[in-house]
């Protein structure tokens, strides 16, 4: 092969190494060494972002009440043709475990694991487990059904092996308002128990507004910042900055001084004659919207005037020394050139109010709790992983989706214009 | 009574810049401040004749692009009034103007596409879109970048922006088109390029071009007229060869091509020339320029390729002495540094055919300063 190329022949060292081998030689010290740059980079992102998302996300599907406190039982089951009562064995290895949980934590978590399943199966094992242990040599095949008729029907052991699979999709189908009945089919939630869907789109439409009003509120002051001389738009640039060296803490306590019933608003409003009463403007959706648009609005203004900053005033006086009215001239020339600075700062507030949990919880009341809220009530009061983390990976989902959307409409092959249309 | 001439022809020369017959802008009095207490552009009076190329020609902050800007609309003067085709225009703001513009970085619209570029001024006008197609199409042509419609500005090089830039400003067929310094973002050789292709497109579409530049070789390659800028006043206006041949004034002179300039004091005039003394005390004959009379300071200016070499025939009265600090051979020609009175960084430059023998560095010489080629001017005052 080399023998056929003179010029690779002659491409060869004195030690006769030939140039390809040389260059890959070369090229993969120097890849090590870029290697070696990011390697703790990419540990940290590896710990500290893929492994607890990863993490998180296994929760939502893990199963592991029985699993690890009927392992006998579960095991005895697969035996079970799925059709009349489990024989004898299974019987009686139910007995001993149940027996076995008894008085630990052990047994609440079975009989929570079997009530979410089917409701009523947690009173039948705290009965049942009160009652065991069964006299010596008692047959628990026949023992049980006299504690409980249930444990005679074929449908409560389907529902424990059911409850015993390694993986649930349980809490991700409850995150969406969905279950499995009996049978094994995904269906709807009855009226009363359907929330989640409800918190989604609250959650998506809150964030909607919030990031439109970002918006609304930002591009003008963008553009001024990005117009005015030097001196004034450092003064916008302070001001806009400010509420960033202060606590979000700090920022929605001095909004529930303003907003109160006696606070400076209020008493503006009545002083003005707007009205007679006091407004309320806390705990509902008013005081949420103006929190949070005041916290994120710098998210959408950097970005904005960074992309504004970069537009040559010259493009404005080419479009209106082409003939193009000023207002025109913005609208066809200027706006469309914003469209990225647009685009990121819009993702941007629409993904942090995805998530938001503070402002809601403390200037919201039950109708304004986002979707961040349950996931915290989740983990925080009734140490529920498996609902948090399935909410999680809706609310992940939903900015995933999103994030696709944009890069879609905004990303770089739209707006950087590099490929011919 | 000398001084009195001088004034006269000053006063003459004012009239010139009386309002044209064929004038297509005519800027009077026009002074801008923009900030109150100077004055950036002071008393300018201009007109631009109908399909000339005129070029405003200065260094830099001497208030070209100001000047431009007035025109274009983006500025509007602190004092005086410009007249687009007889219509005063003041207060007419820049969309209504109908004059072409191209920006120093082309300012092509990065979201639109060629094609978008170029139909942007004419959809505005709402013209049929037949008629926006075909005339697109013809500008297209005429800077040879028909094929290119549907590039974005950033897949173009910088040559072929330039070019569309320049399309753009002529498809709507402005009665009047702008460029401030176009071309100062080419290399040489492209600019150049591009100085005479712009030329011709002025020759065959007959619009009055007004350009920005304080590149004088572009300037003396485009223009019919320049106007020469200095501290917001034109210094002079006139076709290249009269700038080059007969600057108005010392500024003129040095700044338009290679000049020397010897200091001195006049002595006397006669008719059309002066007799000036250097500082050696060795005299001169001059053309008068705009030199003052008799014992006022004036500077002597000459070509470098207006100097001779002393000859047999060469009269006395013109001849100068000088000493040689450097030879330096160009190929076609030869440039020789030398020492003359109080100037030494005095040029000459000859063919080389015209030299029997080449003196050498630190030979002491005789020059031939034929009084036809100095002009005797008025020192620059102190900025
Ligand atoms: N918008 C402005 N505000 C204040 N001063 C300005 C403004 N534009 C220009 N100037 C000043 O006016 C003077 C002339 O500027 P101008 O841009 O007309 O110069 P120019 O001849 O075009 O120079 P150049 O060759 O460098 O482009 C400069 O001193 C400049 O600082
Ligand atoms: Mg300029």
Same mark, same amino acid.
Request: glycine content about 4%; proline content about 9%.
């Given at each position: 092969m080399t023998a056929a190329n003179p010029t690779l022949d002659a491409l060869r060292d004195d030690g006769g190494v030939p140039l390809r081998t040389r260059l890959r030689r070369a090229?993969?010290?120097?890849? %090590?060494? #870029? /290697?070696? %740059?990011?390697?703790?980079? /990419?540990?940290?992102? %590896?710990?500290?972002?893929?492994?607890?998302? /990863? !993490?998180?996300?296994?929760? !939502?599907?893990?199963?592991?009440? %029985? @699993? *690890?406190?009927?392992?006998? $039982?579960? /095991?005895?089951?697969e035996r079970w043709p799925d059709e009349g009562l489990p024989d004898a064995a299974v019987f009686d290895t139910f007995a001993r475990e149940l027996e076995a949980a008894r008085g630990s934590p052990a047994i609440a978590a079975i009989a929570r694991r079997l009530n979410r399943e089917h409701t009523g199966l947690r009173s039948l094992v705290m009965k049942t487990a009160r009652k065991l242990p069964l006299a010596d040599g008692a047959d628990a095949r026949a023992e049980l059904p006299a504690i409980d008729a249930q444990w005679g029907e074929t449908e409560t052991w389907r529902t424990i092996r059911r409850a015993g699979s390694p993986l649930t999709a349980f809490y991700l189908l409850s995150a969406v308002d969905l279950t499995t009945d009996a049978s094994g089919d995904i269906v709807s939630l009855p009226d009363g128990e359907a929330i989640y869907l409800d918190v989604l789109v609250r959650t998506l439409v809150m964030s909607l507004v919030v990031t439109a009003l970002c918006l609304l509120l930002g591009f003008p002051l963008a553009y001024l910042m990005a117009t005015l001389p030097v001196r004034q738009s450092n003064l916008l640039m302070i001001l806009v900055l400010l509420p960033f060296w202060t606590s979000v803490l700090v920022r929605v306590a001095a909004w529930i001084v303003l907003l109160q019933n006696g606070g400076l608003v209020n008493q503006a409003l009545m002083a003005l004659g707007l009205t007679d009463a006091p407004v309320q403007l806390l705990f509902n959706?008013?005081?949420? #919207?103006?929190? +949070? $648009?005041?916290?994120?609005? =710098?998210?959408?203004?950097?970005?904005?005037?960074?992309? +504004?900053?970069?537009? !040559?005033?010259? #493009?404005?006086?080419?479009?209106? !020394?082409?003939?193009? =009215?000023?207002?025109?001239?913005?609208?066809?020339? #200027?706006?469309?050139?914003?469209?990225?600075?647009?685009g990121a700062g819009a993702l941007l507030v629409f993904i942090m109010s995805m998530g938001y949990y503070i402002t809601p919880a403390l200037l919201g009341g039950p109708q304004e709790q986002m979707i961040s809220y349950f996931i915290a009530f989740y983990t925080n009061q009734t140490i529920n992983w498996g609902m948090a983390a399935a909410l999680s990976a809706v609310l992940l989902a939903a900015t995933l989706v999103l994030y696709m959307f944009y890069s879609r409409y905004f990303g770089p092959t739209r707006t950087g214009q590099l490929q011919p249309r | 009574m000398h001084r009195d001439i001088f004034v006269d022809d000053r006063v003459a020369a004012r009239a010139a810049t009386a309002p044209e017959a064929d004038a297509l802008v005519s800027m009077r009095a026009i002074q801008k401040s923009y900030d109150g207490r100077s004055l950036i552009v002071a008393n300018l009076d201009l007109d631009i004749r109908r399909g000339e190329f005129l070029t405003l020609l200065g260094p830099s902050g001497s208030g070209k692009t100001t000047c431009l800007m007035m025109l274009a609309g983006f500025e509007t003067p602190t004092s005086g009034e410009i007249r687009l085709a007889g219509k005063i225009i003041n207060r007419l703001p820049p969309h209504k103007r109908d004059i072409g513009m191209v920006f120093q970085n082309y300012a092509l619209f990065p979201h639109m596409t060629v094609l978008e570029n170029m139909r942007f001024p004419l959809t505005v006008r709402k013209l049929p879109r037949a008629g926006i197609d075909a005339k697109v199409k013809r500008a297209l042509d005429m800077v040879q970048l028909a094929g290119f419609e549907h590039r974005y500005p950033q897949q173009l090089s910088g040559g072929q922006q330039q070019r569309v830039a320049l399309a753009r400003a002529l498809v709507f067929d402005p009665q009047l088109v702008l460029m401030d310094e176009p071309l100062g973002a080419l290399d040489k050789q492209l600019r150049e390029h591009m100085q005479l292709e712009i030329k011709h497109i002025h020759q065959s579409l007959g619009a009055t071009f007004v350009f920005v530049t304080h590149d004088?070789?572009?300037?003396? $390659?485009?223009? *019919?007229?320049?106007?020469?800028?200095? @501290?917001?006043?034109?210094?002079?206006? *006139?076709?290249?060869a009269n700038l080059y041949e007969n600057p108005a004034n010392a500024f003129v002179a040095s700044f338009i091509g290679e000049n020397n300039a010897l200091a001195g004091t006049v002595l006397g005039r006669d008719g059309e020339l002066s007799s000036v003394r250097l500082s050696t005390g060795a005299c001169v004959l001059a053309r008068t320029g705009d030199a003052g009379g008799a014992g006022q300071p004036a500077i002597v200016s000459i070509r470098p390729e207006r100097v001779r070499l002393a000859r047999d025939a060469t009269p006395l009265a013109w001849r100068v002495p000088a000493r040689v600090t450097e030879q330096i051979y160009l190929g076609d020609h030869i440039r020789l540094r030398m020492t003359v009175a109080d100037c030494d960084n005095f040029t000459m430059k000859t063919p080389i055919s015209k030299l029997d023998r080449c003196p050498c560095a630190g030979e002491q010489i005789e020059l031939e300063l034929a009084p036809e080629h100095l002009l005797a001017l008025a020192p620059n005052p102190a900025p």
């Open positions: 090229e993969r010290s120097r890849k %090590l060494r #870029y /290697a070696a %740059l990011i390697l703790p980079l /990419a540990l940290f992102v %590896l710990v500290v972002f893929v492994w607890p998302i /990863a !993490s998180l996300l296994a929760r !939502s599907v893990d199963n592991p009440e %029985l @699993r *690890d406190n009927l392992p006998l $039982t579960l /095991a005895a089951l959706s008013i005081g949420v #919207y103006v929190a +949070m $648009t005041h916290i994120l609005l =710098p998210f959408v203004v950097l970005p904005l005037y960074s992309v +504004m900053k970069g537009i !040559s005033p010259a #493009y404005m006086r080419a479009a209106v !020394s082409l003939g193009c =009215p000023p207002w025109r001239s913005f609208w066809k020339v #200027y706006f469309p050139q914003t469209l990225p600075g647009i | 004088q070789s572009e300037a003396l $390659t485009m223009s *019919d007229r320049i106007a020469v800028f200095d @501290r917001g006043v034109i210094q002079q206006i *006139d076709t290249p």
